[in-house]
């Protein structure tokens, strides 16, 4: 599977407002759920939202009421709005999505490249 970020993050000010979104191509037997995670320097790679095909979501309580993630299934592409910004919110922002490729492959964690937010207070 192969990813790219349509429209990236970038340095924006506190209270301020990015959308993230990461396309992928290549054919997806099934998709179990797509993610956004962020890991900010000396910490550890932590899970900021996830949303299944069906539009089950969940997110990290520090982002709960700021973020909202969504997924397209026609082109499989998952988007990440993200209102009122903090510099806590600072990170590299990567893209994931757990998937079957074909139907007698296991299921596997697939990851972007990640794009950088900065919010500056």
């Known amino acids: 599977l192969m990813f790219s970020c349509r429209r990236g993050g970038g340095l924006v000010q506190a209270w301020g407002f990015l959308r993230l979104s990461c396309a992928t191509s290549?054919?997806?037997?099934?998709?179990?759920?797509w993610g956004w995670y962020r890991q900010a320097p000396g910490k550890q790679r932590e899970l900021v939202a996830t949303?299944?095909?069906?539009?089950?979501?969940s997110y990290a309580d520090s982002v709960k009421d700021r973020f909202t993630i969504s997924g397209d299934n026609t082109d499989n592409t998952v988007y990440l709005q993200m209102n009122t910004l903090k510099p806590e919110d600072t990170g590299l922002y990567l893209c994931?999505?757990?998937?079957?490729?074909?139907?007698?492959?296991?299921?596997?964690?697939?990851w972007g490249k990640g794009t950088q937010v900065t919010v500056s207070s």
């Open positions: 994931n999505i757990n998937a079957r490729k074909d139907w007698y492959r296991r299921d596997v964690d697939y």
């Open positions: 290549g054919s997806i037997f099934r998709v179990n759920n």
């Open positions: 949303v299944t095909p069906g539009g089950a979501t």
